[in-house]
């Protein structure tokens, strides 16, 4: 069925309204207002937890939810106010489920959501009920949300994987427009920053991209792939490829400036890379509104002028040295071109061309791999054990808070605590502000509310449109989220009947408190900062660069396949590069701490980001390979193979190894020059490939052992 034009976010807070109304619907129904809290504490537990699906899968994830959800909060409300137990038992669970999340996204998912459980379920707490009231009240809320999100997975079964493609489409129409700020002449002088630009782009676009084969992955796990998935699936692949094309560099873009800068090539160049990634929009815009893509005539004709423009270029300056690259650009455009007029016609994307559509798994469940992926983890060079260790310390200091004061709603400290932590310092900061912020204007927001809602039917839609606007809001700005949490929990601690305006200063101050607990334990336990190996991330970088390189050989010599192996290798190095990008991006945020190191990172960045664009050039080449039977291409084969291997291996490589190793590369360049006197286009193709490749290799070399001498001093 058609989905309705609605915005995205509308359509993923539609479980949560139906629910959250069925929910107090309910109560009013009933006259139990008290049990509000927790019916919809259990709603928002669902919710945090929700992960797209096929049926059969959200049918597992909840039978998972309920287990785990069912015994975090059994075990903490049986402990509550025993002291000592109660303190061990929100510690153990706290670095149990946390260290859990090293196997994947979901079980961190989980985890999480069962944690939260486990705080609801404290928060909840009152002597005078019975003890099971609350944990029942908290699993039928987030059972009611689970049977809402099937109904409308029915309703509406392939939008999100939808909006995941969009979002990928999304960032790599960006990209694009990153890429084009390459091809300003009068901007020449500014190329070094524009590296920097598109590397932290490409982070954008890898991490859409994580998205979108996630939300794959888990639909596609059946035998049965539905045609809207399969489609979607080669929206991802074109994407896939296009990024592969986009991010090749195949000539140095100083002197392609220099030599271009009078012609109207570079420009047409520009104004086509501006118009594709306008393109990526309105693919992006054609998925999220349901509507067949139509491709541009008017891209088509900016694509023919081009053509025609190196055409009239070649004829005036056939003996310039960079026009066979700009050829193979050109070349790689027009492959964009042809994705995108394929992807107007849906018939081709659903059919199965006999390519590999695999994705490879994200995760794997198996009891015993589980178990080694959590003992590989259990030391303090792991993030994950470093932040399960944190975070416990975290709860078991605001457990003891509460314990020895009596405090009265003083699990609010622990709730805050937990919510804040986040496992690196940056990240930390930004929820403490944030956190402080919005529940001090909640506070004053919810002040108002007694005043102008009287009734229980009122309160109820105030809780009705807090939740919603919550989920509405929490995965784009914490500070308003948090503002909509505080309203709905003061509302629903009217209800309850106790004294709100009593409630106010001490939310905020617990509020306060539980920030600056989480905010302690960023800064003083295990600081990222100490962990924060630069120079490692760099070096898994130029390692996956030289596995990327290895690949394409493969391809080069045995004829191209876009298999899952190649596009995990690929995917590979370009995380690589993104978390180089990311990590300095951190660091940014604290230049204090790395003015010494930040230079030499970012031109690290920019060096290895340009061996990625050479070595995907390659790999955009791979197809047009062909072997007439001769030898000719074995002396390729074997210096790319030399390059690769020193790639993999330059981390270790001493400096007068690694000395003796570029020169033989060298040297068996020049020697491959001279040998080769055919000159043809293919092999004049593969000498300038690996010529700009040889030549980032000294450059990263330098920057990556500057970088891990300043990190030793």
């Excluded at 939740?467 to 700005?477: A, G, H, P």
């Excluded at 004294?499 to 101050?509: F, N």
Aim: hydrophobic share 40%; net charge neutral.
């Amino acid at each position: 069925m058609n989905t309705p034009p609605l915005k995205p976010l509308i359509i993923a807070s539609l479980p949560v309204f139906a629910s959250v109304f069925i929910a107090a619907t309910l109560v009013w129904h009933f006259d139990t207002p008290k049990l509000v809290m927790p019916f919809v504490l259990g709603i928002i537990a669902g919710g945090l937890v929700d992960l797209d699906n096929r049926l059969t899968g959200r049918l597992k994830n909840i039978v998972i939810t309920v287990a785990l959800f069912t015994l975090s909060s059994l075990l903490a409300q049986s402990t509550i106010g025993t002291g000592v137990p109660f303190i061990l038992a929100m510690t153990l669970m706290t670095f149990g489920f946390t260290i859990l999340g090293t196997v994947g996204l979901k079980y961190r998912t989980f985890a999480f959501g069962a944690l939260a459980v486990a705080t609801y379920t404290t928060l909840t707490y009152t002597p005078e009920t019975y003890w099971l009231t609350n944990p029942i009240m908290i699993l039928l809320g987030t059972v009611l949300y689970s049977v809402n999100t099937l109904i409308f997975q029915i309703i509406l079964p392939h939008r999100p994987v939808q909006e995941t493609v969009a979002n990928a489409y999304d960032a790599l129409s960006n990209y694009f427009d990153a890429k084009a700020d390459f091809f300003d002449p009068d901007e020449a002088a500014w190329l070094g920053n524009r590296q920097i630009d598109l590397a932290m782009s490409n982070t954008s676009v890898i991490t859409a991209f994580n998205q979108c084969r996630g939300a794959l992955f888990y639909r596609l796990r059946g035998q049965h792939r539905h045609p809207r998935t399969a489609k979607m699936l080669r929206y991802y692949l074109c994407a896939q490829d296009m990024h592969e094309r986009i991010s090749s560099a195949h000539v140095d873009y100083s002197e392609m400036a220099d030599q271009f800068k009078n012609t109207d090539l570079i420009f047409r160049i520009r104004r086509l890379l501006e118009m594709q990634g306008q393109a990526c929009r309105n693919v992006a815009s054609s998925l999220r509104n349901n509507k067949p893509y139509a491709y541009s005539k008017r891209l088509g004709r900016a694509m023919e002028g081009c053509r025609q423009s190196l055409s009239h270029f070649a004829e005036t300056h056939a003996d310039n040295a960079n026009l066979h690259n700009i050829r193979r650009l050109l070349d790689n455009l027009s492959s964009v071109d042809y994705q995108l007029r394929q992807l107007q016609n849906d018939a081709s994307l659903a059919e199965n061309d006999n390519a590999d559509t695999r994705i490879a798994a994200l995760e794997n469940t198996k009891f015993r791999n589980i178990g080694e992926t959590v003992l590989s983890q259990l030391n303090f060079e792991s993030g994950v054990f470093r932040h399960a260790t944190r975070l416990s310390i975290v709860v078991a200091a605001a457990c003891i808070i509460v314990e020895i004061l009596h405090l009265n709603l003083g699990y609010w400290i622990l709730l805050t605590a937990l919510f804040v932590c986040q496992p690196n310092y940056t990240a930390t900061k930004s929820r403490v502000y944030q956190r402080i912020a919005g529940t001090i204007l909640g506070v004053i927001v919810g002040s108002l509310v007694p005043y102008f809602t009287p009734s229980v039917e009122t309160k109820l839609w105030i809780v009705i449109a807090s939740t919603t606007l919550f989920f509405m809001t929490r995965s784009y700005k914490y500070s308003f989220s948090t503002f909509f949490i505080t309203i709905q929990a003061l509302t629903s601690l009217s209800l309850a009947g106790l004294d709100v305006y009593h409630a106010m200063p001490i939310r905020i101050i617990d509020t306060i408190v539980g920030s600056v607990i989480a905010w302690a334990a960023a800064t003083y336990l295990w600081p990222d900062w100490r962990y924060l190996t630069l120079s490692h991330t760099a070096a898994q970088t130029i390692t996956a660069n030289g596995r990327y390189l290895d690949a394409i050989l493969d391809q080069l010599q045995n004829g191209s396949r876009d298999d899952v192996d190649y596009r995990l290798t690929r995917r590979q190095a370009h995380e690589s590069t993104a978390a180089l990008s990311s990590t300095l991006s951190d660091m940014s945020s604290n230049p204090k701490k790395y003015q010494d190191r930040l230079q030499d990172g970012f031109t690290l960045l920019k060096t290895s980001y340009a061996l990625t664009g050479h070595i995907s050039a390659l790999g955009a080449y791979r197809d047009q390979v062909h072997h007439d039977g001769s030898d000719t291409f074995a002396p390729y084969a074997r210096l790319t193979h030399h390059i690769a291997e020193l790639l993999k291996q330059m981390p270790q490589t001493e400096p007068a190894t690694f000395d003796a190793s570029i020169e033989a590369i060298r040297q068996e360049f020049a020697d491959l020059e001279q040998t080769d006197k055919e000159q043809s286009q293919q092999n004049q193709i593969l000498k300038h490939q690996l010529d700009l490749i040889i030549r980032q290799l000294a450059p990263c070399y330098q920057a990556l052992h500057r970088q891990s001498d300043t990190q030793t001093a």
